[in-house]
């Protein structure tokens, strides 16, 4: 077990940056493509090659160098048109996780489905075949939103069709949408909930109405869009399900004593975790007959702050203010028991796993985080790491490599595993105020943080392992949160300088800014889309924004949704929707009050003719 006293950082081997491409000059066009056809002996040691083998080579390429190919030799051009190599090649800039997201996605629909999404920015009956041909191909996913994705670039501004407007008691969390965008849920008052689902032509129908005795926390999907789990201010988690017959009804109540502090289902979807204030987490389990059972009870000496799973399911971890955190494990009888205990001299704040499940780290008042590693089936303490300030924020890398914490003095560490095991700090991000957001790019290569200080800053790892500044952005006020795209390639901070900022990053390593999404009033959210090259904001001053990334790499804004009154939510769906929120206040008859008229509005994007 190492200590990390937060030190000089050290440095490990790590991927090397983007590189610029070389400069080529097209002399004609094959295919809507620039080509220069040069000398055939400049390839013939490719070209000789059995196809099978070229295409084997192919893979190995980033995007940047496969379209480098496609422009310098038409027989290239074509073979990896054909074989659609540029997809997968674009396809691998995702996690795994992220990969399995779009696979999820895609199999979801039906060919008709597919079909419909794709004419929805392409007249050419021609390409939508051409791509439907393709749908046994395993590597259909990347082939589908590599189209889809090129299709809605080309789109110089979208279309807006209004599918849905739906009743909603006007919360940031008062409409939720499922993975796959099939369904939606509606909080319409303190006790009511609506469950719609989208029906074959898209528009949207009422499935189910949920009454309950008090009003709702929190309500959320799970990832094969069949459950609903909601947590209720009366001590209750209820599980609805989706039945044969496409309604929705209760399938069982999870009671507690005290307030339910979260609530969530496992990766697999068969498995529930609650826990709450009256010192229990408890792991509720599908049966074969599709009915909900209790499985283990998690008991502590104190309020259990959050419990959550590992990205296999198989284990649960519980953080408390008793001090301690508990990692349960799944039998293979189907019970759960106890692995270990991890404790701390003051109350755990938070608690999570890694990517890979193999370590969790604790985050305590005794401005301590612990990490614990999974070694020949047992867990062990790997390293504490010690600050003099308290800790409000850790993550790890999605690669398991790096932690980032951050403390009340501003500072953002970022503490890397090296060959021996132990942990080190490779570099500290210093802010002038509180940072309010500091997170891994997907790729692990990169970290963004945002502060009050009006910054937002961009660290990336080179070649010799080593954390350096990259980019600085900068707002006239505070800069509320800040994210990556999935690819990694992008960036957008939002600040209450009513402005968000989108910054790509360039072949050289270096980040450049792309666009600026400008308001009139605060920004409540701006999110990415799943394949990264849309962002939508939502803003007080009653519109969200759409910006797209056009064929040449530039952002422009390419519709807006207009609302009387507030927007305090907009997001997209994983299949392409636009889900917002608003809320309009206007005067009663008499002037003495005002009628607050609240919905949740689903948007169908598609290309404007």
Known sequence: MDRIDNKSP???????????????????TIMGKDVIV??????????????HMQSKIFTY???????????????????????A???????????????????????????????????????????????????ASIHFPALFFF???????????????????????????????SSDGRHVVTHTDDTWMKIFSQKGDGLWQPKGTIFHDDFVISSIFSANGRYLLTVYNDYKAIISGKNDDGLWEEKTTINHHRFVNSAFFSADDRYVVTASCDKKAKIYGQKDDGSWEEKAVIHHDSWVNSATFSADSRYVLTASEDGKAKIYGLRDDGSWAEEVIISHDDQVD???????????????????????GLDDGLWE?????????????????????????????????????TDNGSWEVKATISHKKWVNSATFSPDSRHVLTGSLDGKAKIYGQKDNGSWEEEAIISHEHWVLSASFSADSRHVITCSEDHTVKIYGLKYDGTWQEK??????????????????????????????????????????????????????????????????????????????????????????LSMNE
């Open 10 to 28: 050290g440095s490990t081997p790590t991927s090397s940056t983007l590189e610029q491409p070389p400069s080529i000059t097209p002399m004609g």
């Open 38 to 51: 040069r000398d055939k002996n400049e390839f013939s040691l490719l070209l000789d090659l059995p196809e």
């Open 61 to 83: 390429l980033q995007a940047r160098d496969i379209a480098h190919l496609t422009r310098t030799n038409s027989s290239i051009n074509n073979r990896l048109k054909n074989d």
């Open 85 to 135: 190599t540029m997809a997968r090649a674009w396809y691998r800039r995702f996690a795994s996780s992220h990969q399995a997201l779009l696979k999820t996605i895609v199999t979801a629909k039906d060919k008709d489905e597919l079909r419909k999404w794709l004419r929805r920015f392409t007249k050419d009956e021609a390409l939508v075949k051409s791509i439907m041909d393709r749908q």
């Open 147 to 177: 189209s889809l994705t090129n299709l809605m670039s080309q789109c110089k501004t979208f279309k807006l069709e209004t599918k849905a407007s739906l009743p909603c008691n006007g919360g940031m969390n008062s409409a939720v949408i």
């Open 350 to 372: 938070s608690a999570n796993f890694s990517a890979s499940g193999r370590y969790v780290f604790t985050r305590a008042g005794d401005k301590k985080v612990k990490i614990y």
């Open 381 to 417: 303490e790997k390293a504490t790491i010690f600050h003099n300030s308290r800790f409000y924020s850790a993550a790890f890398s999605a690669n398991d490599g790096y932690i980032l914490t951050a403390s009340h003095d501003h500072k953002v560490r970022i503490h890397g595993l």
């Open 515 to 604: 666009a600026i999404i400008s308001h009139g009033d605060s920004i409540r959210s701006a999110t990415f889309s799943v394949d990264g090259r849309h962002v939508v904001t939502a803003s007080f001053d009653g519109k969200a924004k759409i910006y797209g990334q056009n064929c040449d790499g530039s952002w422009v804004e390419k519709a807006t949704l207009s609302y009387q009154g507030t927007v305090l939510l907009s997001t997209f769906s994983n299949d392409g929707l636009v889900l917002t929120i608003d809320r309009t206040a206007t005067p009663s008859a008499n002037a003495l009050a005002y009628i607050h008229d609240r919905a949740a509005n689903i948007t169908e």
